[in-house]
């Protein structure tokens, strides 16, 4: 199934973005082919084929690295920058990564050095650097910036509403209790100003995502001012959410994981509900309304499990699976399937 994914995967970036093809004939050094090689290698990190990512690797990389021992999994990733060398190139990424269990999320810098090994691309170093961590304090949502070395408050419980009004009702009548006994999973746009959250009362979920404001006020401005330090301790003490977003309050389920497309202009929601399916949701951003693509009507979760697999821009790759112990299903609906954000359209491959 892992090596069905990964040649599906492989087709729909070239779909998208085109692939120069390697050329075995000739010697140069493609860094065409050295970002396909340093995306193909995330992706097997982000389903969890380590063997495959070692095949991908020289065998120093492949002996050295225990990619294995991990306690947080890749969910997204996007090349910041290459910088070409002689006969080799450094891939930049930019990654996010998450806690199966807890309410953490890490923003990194991963660089991939990519070498031609023969007639063949591979991955022969990789570095990575923590640059954020988003993660619960009690009843806090922190962020940590690595490199700035601050810590500040994202939200906090206690500021969130008590009830919310669905969407689209009109006249607003019915309202909805808003869980909020602890915070559940978080997740992070990959470019820091998005910060989704779920909290939940251990069985109801409520989805929110954060819009960041990344900048403070500086303590001593260039013409000599200086803020008070009572005044500066209020500054910090406000969060610095900018707006929290009110998604949706989804019921009887659990929030497997948050991804945002990587253009941001959608979070992705896997859940699991109650009856251990895992369906998906996504959001449009900044406005949080629910992209209405019936995927629960076409894929009931009593029959079916739909999983996240993929995003490259505005698309997004999931694979429909058949839930364990079911009968009477429809084997025509089973497979991978694109769907295109701003089209609002899902398209089977």
């Known amino acids: 199934m892992r090596k069905n994914l990964i040649i599906i995967l492989l087709i729909f970036v070239v779909i998208l973005f085109g692939c120069q093809k390697e050329n075995r004939d000739i010697k140069i050094f493609n860094s065409d082919v050295a970002r396909q090689k340093a995306l193909e290698y995330m992706f097997k990190m982000k389903i969890g084929d380590i063997e495959g990512a070692n095949e991908i690797s020289t065998k120093e990389l492949a002996t050295k690295e225990d990619l294995g021992k991990n306690e947080m999994s890749v969910v997204s990733y996007t ?8 006969d080799g190139a450094y891939v930049e990424m930019k ?20 070498e031609k090994e023969s007639e063949s691309y ?5 570095k990575s650097t923590n ?3 988003v993660a619960s304090n009690g009843n806090s949502l922190d962020i940590i910036d690595a490199e700035a070395s601050y810590k500040e408050k994202i939200t906090n419980l206690n500021d969130l509403p008590d009830i919310l009004y669905p969407k689209g009702q009109e006249p607003m009548i019915d309202v909805q209790e808003i869980p909020k006994q602890s915070y559940q999973t978080v997740g992070m746009s990959l470019d820091s100003n998005k910060i989704a959250f779920s909290t ?18 500086a303590a001593a401005s260039g013409g000599g ?12 003490e406000k969060p610095l959410a900018q707006k929290i977003v009110y998604c949706d309050i989804l019921p009887n389920t659990k929030i497997a994981n948050f991804v945002f497309t990587e253009e941001s202009n959608a979070l992705i929601v896997q859940y699991i509900e109650g009856n251990n399916s895992k369906g998906l949701k996504i ?10 693509l019936k995927l629960d009507k076409i894929f009931p979760l009593d029959k079916y499990s739909v999983e996240y697999v993929a995003s490259v821009k505005s698309n997004i790759l999931i694979n429909v699976k058949k839930k364990d112990g079911v009968n009477g299903i429809s084997q025509n609906l089973l497979g991978e399937y694109i769907i295109d954000v701003e089209k609002e359209e899902v398209a089977k491959l």
């Open 95 to 114: 990654v996010v990564k998450t806690q199966s269990e807890g309410a953490k999320c890490t923003l990194d810098k991963w660089v991939l050095k990519v």
């Open 225 to 236: 001012q200086q803020i008070a330090p009572r005044d500066l301790e209020k500054i910090l």
């Open 283 to 292: 959001y449009t951003m900044p406005g949080g309304d629910l992209l209405d």
């Open 131 to 133: 640059k954020q961590q």
């Open 122 to 126: 591979k991955i022969s170093e990789i």
């Open 79 to 86: 090349v910041d920058r290459i910088s070409e060398l002689k």
């Open 200 to 217: 939940t009362d251990g069985k109801n979920c409520f989805v929110a995502v954060a819009l960041m404001e990344h900048a403070r006020p």
